[in-house]
């Protein structure tokens, strides 16, 4: 089954306590990104990657980093996390065949920094 | 820069009736796409609908259609016979050239029994 996933779905952590959160795809796709959404602003892009170790900012980058060692895997790292970073955190995939092609996205990742 | 807005924070519809939830963007683009997109209480974001800025023909989906007027950039989302199952958040989102989606705030649709 084609699919995007997340882990993991919730996460209660403390501020400054570094932590990643995993993204996985089985699609070949090239393109992948990382969106945090919030209440009233909808979905903003945090980073993308256009395929592997190419990785560029979207409009809300400070407090995150991203690698693209290998093809199907997009973690988004928060070395030092702080509470304006609580937020619903999407991993979505694309092909690179036209951007009309749809995006898949992860069930979503719930993250709560006190 | 561009923007999307969707003023409408939540609209409700009894149903089997018809609803229609509004989104208008903001671009100096001339090759674009526009997407809605669905996300029920489960989280996950699902496509709608897409639309090619090019094509004139209005995108349909079954009970999904768009009404899309691009000298008003208007991108509006219209679903007939309302289901229970319609409930959910409705983003609308612009898509360009550099591949990045730039989405609007969202509507939340409440379906009336």
């Known amino acids: 089954e084609a699919q995007v996933t997340q882990n993991p779905r919730y996460l209660i952590t403390v501020t400054g306590k570094k932590l990643t959160v995993t993204c996985s795809q089985n699609m070949n796709h090239e393109y992948m990104s990382w969106y945090r959404q919030d209440p009233g602003l909808g979905l903003r892009q945090i980073y993308y990657?256009?395929?592997?170790?190419?990785?560029d900012k979207g409009d809300v980058p400070e407090g995150y980093k991203v690698s693209r060692k290998e093809k199907r895997n997009f973690p988004l790292i928060l070395e030092s996390p702080s509470p304006n970073q609580t937020s619903l955190y999407f991993c979505?995939?694309?092909?690179?065949?036209?951007?009309?092609?749809?995006?898949?996205f992860g069930q979503g990742t719930r993250l709560t920094v006190v | 820069a561009q923007t999307v807005t969707q003023s409408q924070p939540e609209m409700s519809v009894q149903e089997a009736e018809t609803v229609t939830l509004s989104c208008t963007y903001d671009?100096?683009?001339?090759?674009?796409?526009l997407f809605w997109y669905k996300q029920p209480p489960s989280r996950q974001m699902i496509l709608v609908i897409r639309q090619e800025a090019y094509k004139q023909q209005n995108a349909t989906e079954n009970r999904f259609s768009v009404n899309f007027q691009k000298a008003a950039k208007s991108f509006s989302l219209k679903i007939s016979d309302s289901q229970l199952g319609d409930a959910a958040m409705y983003f609308c989102?612009?898509?360009?050239?550099?591949?990045?989606?730039?989405w609007g705030a969202g509507t939340k649709l409440i379906i009336k029994p």
């Open positions: 979505a995939s694309s092909n690179f065949g036209g951007f009309n092609t749809e995006a898949f």
């Open positions: 990657s256009m395929n592997v170790e190419v990785t």
């Open positions: 989102a612009f898509g360009y050239s550099n591949y990045q989606l730039i």
């Open positions: 671009t100096s683009e001339s090759d674009y796409y």
